[in-house]
């Protein structure tokens, strides 16, 4: 299959509709940026402003094979989906192209390039900025008008390497207390393109050094204050910073799990993939540690941290309007982290029954359980590796994985159906569901390995 550039063929077609009805069309934002960073580069979408009646050049493009759908009707933004490839067209905001980009949130953003002549419109020296890397908002209100934009500009300081200037940044520390004043919903999405966009594992750093993180997830002062224990020499917030961390040298490969297929994490719930949300999981993973704390007699404990945690994560993900399949993803992640470091630390006579009990209580969620666990761990033990610890621990972790693929191939390949059991015991409800379970574990455990056996086993049982 040829790899087409939907966008490029999307430009070629514009500048004919654009040549028959001699309009003015301007090319803006990302795109634009992008390519004036690397000429080479192939952005994935591309935003228009149009200067004239944006239905008919709609009508043009839909004649040409285009669908468009409206974004926002009231100011004239349409949206057309290509493959991966986001088109958006928009009636111009003012009188003039320079007008328009006025409205934008940084300087970098705010250059146009018009369709037909490709010739540059850069009012507000954003070519200047790009070259030295510097975020610029556009105007003193640019960030003030609409807060979440401080956010996409971390998301660009991360991803291009660019840094603020010093007028933006007291602007952001003047106005980053507002930002949930904004739609949630578009608070959510920012943050999650900043995880996305964080390959070096910072996100939550340059957030926190901005005073941004603790406008948005609870409790990230209080967990400054408090951690420091027999286990750990750093805080709550910087071993969760380092947590994520070393999940995101994971996902790079810096770090290497055996057994750990990354690919599954690539599946996608909503917009973002589940690596996105267990990035998330893997910083939020001890958040429950401050209602936890407790000081007895110069000893601190923080029993119970994951329990509060989870609760924590359902309202905060539930308040940020997150997918409900995520809330569930990241609450049972953050629920169950401790979960392994018990087994290893238990060292369980008969370790097959104790996975087993692991496997079935959080299943769906066991690969990533684990791998925050090792994160976890692996964190813990940067400073303090108490008999080799740290070796040990992962080599249980990749153990574990290796047995919840066991586990997971015979669930999959299941000895009876539900249809096989009710012929065999004549009866229907939930000892059907309860024979199924227990010829699976049992299968696990490696008392029954046909299927022959497992009708021989229901035989004899009374359900």
């Given at each position: 299959m040829i790899n087409l550039n939907y966008v490029k063929k999307f430009i070629y077609d514009l500048k004919r509709v654009v040549n028959d009805m001699e309009l003015e069309v301007y090319l803006v934002g990302?795109?634009?940026r992008d390519?004036?960073?690397?000429?080479?580069?192939?952005?994935k979408d591309a935003d228009f402003i149009i200067?004239?009646?944006?239905?008919?050049?709609?009508?043009?493009?839909?004649?040409?094979?285009?669908?468009?759908?409206?974004?926002?009707?009231?100011?004239?933004?349409y949206?057309?989906?290509?493959?991966?490839?986001?088109?958006?067209?928009?009636?111009?905001?003012?009188?003039?192209?320079?007008?328009?980009?006025?409205?934008?949130?940084?300087?970098?953003?705010?250059?146009?390039?018009?369709v037909i002549h490709n010739k540059i419109i850069d009012p507000f020296y954003g070519r200047r900025a790009l070259k030295s890397r510097i975020l610029k908002s556009v105007t003193d209100k640019s960030l003030e008008e609409d807060p979440v934009r401080i956010l996409r500009g971390i998301r660009?300081?991360?991803?291009?390497?660019?840094?603020?200037?010093?007028?933006?940044?007291?602007?952001?520390?003047?106005?980053?207390?507002?930002?949930?004043?904004?739609?949630?919903?578009?608070?959510?999405?920012?943050l999650m393109l900043i995880i996305k966009n964080d390959h070096m594992g910072i996100a939550f750093e340059i957030l926190d050094n901005y005073g941004i993180l603790k406008n948005i997830i609870p409790y990230i002062d209080e967990l400054k204050t408090i951690g420091k224990c027999k286990y750990h020499r750093e805080d709550v917030f910087t071993h969760m910073n380092l947590t994520y961390g070393v999940f995101k040298d994971v996902l790079s490969g810096k770090m290497k799990l055996e057994g750990l297929d990354l690919s599954i994490f690539n599946?996608?719930?909503?917009?973002?993939?589940?690596?996105?949300?267990?990035?998330?999981?893997?910083?939020?993973?001890?958040?429950?540690?401050?209602?936890?704390?407790?000081?007895?007699?110069?000893?601190?404990?923080?029993?119970?941290?994951?329990?509060k945690g989870a609760n924590i994560c359902r309202n905060f993900c539930n308040n940020m309007k997150f997918p409900k399949r995520a809330e569930k993803y990241i609450e049972n992640i953050v629920k169950g982290h401790m979960y392994p470091l018990g087994l290893f630390k238990n060292e369980a006579v008969d370790n097959k029954k104790a996975f087993y009990k692991f496997f079935y209580k959080y299943d769906?969620?066991?690969?990533?359980?684990?791998?925050?666990?090792?994160?976890?761990n692996y964190a813990t033990r940067m400073d303090l590796d108490r008999q080799n610890e740290k070796v040990r621990f992962k080599m249980f972790i990749e153990n574990m994985l290796k047995e919840y693929?066991?586990?997971?191939?015979?669930?999959?390949?299941?000895?009876?159906?539900?249809?096989?059991?009710?012929?065999?015991?004549?009866?229907?409800?939930?000892?059907?569901?309860?024979?199924?379970?227990?010829?699976?574990?049992?299968?696990?455990?490696?008392?029954?390995?046909?299927?022959?056996?497992?009708?021989?086993?229901?035989?004899?049982?009374?359900?």
């Open positions: 990302g795109y634009v390519k004036l960073m690397n000429i080479k580069a192939e952005p200067n004239g009646d944006i239905h008919k050049i709609i009508e043009e493009l839909e004649k040409r094979g285009y669908e468009f759908f409206p974004i926002r009707e009231d100011v004239g933004i949206r057309c989906i290509l493959d991966e490839n986001t088109i958006d067209i928009s009636s111009m905001k003012g009188s003039s192209i320079e007008e328009d980009l006025k409205s934008r949130d940084f300087t970098v953003n705010a250059i146009a390039m018009r660009f300081y991360i991803s291009c390497g660019m840094h603020f200037n010093l007028e933006t940044e007291k602007q952001i520390e003047k106005i980053c207390c507002t930002i949930m004043d904004s739609p949630v919903e578009r608070v959510f999405r920012e599946h996608k719930l909503g917009e973002f993939k589940l690596q996105e949300y267990l990035s998330l999981a893997c910083f939020l993973h001890d958040i429950g540690k401050y209602e936890a704390y407790k000081k007895e007699n110069n000893k601190i404990s923080f029993h119970g941290h994951d329990i769906g969620y066991v690969v990533e359980i684990l791998t925050t666990a090792f994160c976890d693929e066991v586990y997971y191939e015979m669930n999959e390949h299941k000895l009876l159906n539900g249809g096989d059991v009710v012929k065999i015991l004549g009866k229907q409800g939930p000892a059907i569901k309860v024979a199924l379970e227990n010829i699976h574990k049992l299968r696990y455990l490696g008392k029954i390995d046909t299927r022959e056996e497992a009708i021989n086993y229901l035989k004899l049982q009374s359900f």
